[in-house]
């Protein structure tokens, strides 16, 4: 299996694998760049159908958390890990055990917390091997779980795009479809009725529709009406590669911004967008407010108040993108990768700096 001439690799600075027999984890975490911090990300435990798909989402994953990190304004770098197994069977506090050892091979260069597969939970256990670990503050409202975090992210970066969209500040009457009522969607949805939206949602789950129908007044719809509804905003809050050239060419929306990681299929739909005259809040820059919240904890002096301060920034941010985007004639989401690079120093934007002083 190769790294070095990987697809997926991208100048990472470490990926360390691990096999400890005793617990049988099968573990790798990748470190994409530390310029600005160690590297902080989740780990996801997935049942992956063998090594190399491991391996791909361990360096993709890795290396957007430098991207959402940088642009988050934290100091921080990107990784993450993943433990190759099934989390409904193979999930032992053992293994866990085994996971914290791992990452003290690193010596904080990369720390962890929880994603797909893993809870606030697990990384408790985790944590009685390594200090390594966040997204377990005790006693804190939430236990230490980043979506409610996440979902106010979501909701601000939502504003920001609604007032560039619409030049609207005030939410009331505008119809927003939500595409998974879980974690962040159904917290989203609750803030947004809140400040006036009108609700569409869908779900594969039942209860989380009637959720968001009972208590919020929401209207059901299935799950591929959900891509044809005449609204103003779509907020993806469920699965990635959902923006693709069969759900683009059906959206009559005037603008996206949901929680869902990786929503583009393929990089040039964000220009098929763009060509439509729909506004795309970039995915790992409205999400940003578990990472956010994550941090305050590690840094363990977590104030709620600052932590909010720090989300509302997203709101900022996405409308300097918009404006950038605007200017330029780019799309959203090569504006905002020019400026998280611009921050962690990738090679490109030092590429251009050389360039420009040459
Ligand atoms: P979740 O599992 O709690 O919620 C996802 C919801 O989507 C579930 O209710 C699920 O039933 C539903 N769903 C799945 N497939 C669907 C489909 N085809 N159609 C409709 N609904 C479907 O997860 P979450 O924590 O709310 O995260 C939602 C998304 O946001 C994910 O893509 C996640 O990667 C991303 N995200 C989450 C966080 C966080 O803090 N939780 C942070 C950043 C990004």
Known sequence: MSVFSHPAYDNHEEVAFYHDAKSGLKAIIAVHNTNLGPSLGGCRMWPYADDSEALNDVLRLSRGMTYKSAMAGLKL?????????????????????????????????????????????????????????????????????????????VFVGLKAAAEHRWGRTDLTGLKVSIQGVGNVGFRLAKLLKEAGAELFVTDIFQDNVDRAVNELGATAVSGEEIFELDVDLFAPCALGAILNDDTISRLKVGAIAGAANNQLAEARHAE??????????????INAGGIIDVYYQQLGEYNAEQVKQHIETIGTTMQEIFQRADESGETTAHIADRIAEERFGHKDALGDADSAAA
């Open 77 to 153: 770098g990107g990784g993450k890990s993943v433990i190759i197994g099934d989390p409904r069977k193979e999930k032992t506090p053992e293994l866990l055990r085994a996971m914290g050892d791992f990452l003290n091979t690193l010596g904080g260069r990369y720390i962890t917390a929880e994603d797909s597969g893993t809870s606030v939970a697990d990384m408790k256990i985790i944590g009685e091997r390594t200090e390594y670990v966040s997204g377990v503050i005790a006693g804190q409202e939430h236990g230490g779980d980043p979506s409610p975090s996440t979902a106010y992210g």
């Open 272 to 285: 098929i967008l763009r060509d439509k005259g729909i506004l795309y809040a970039p995915d790992y820059v």
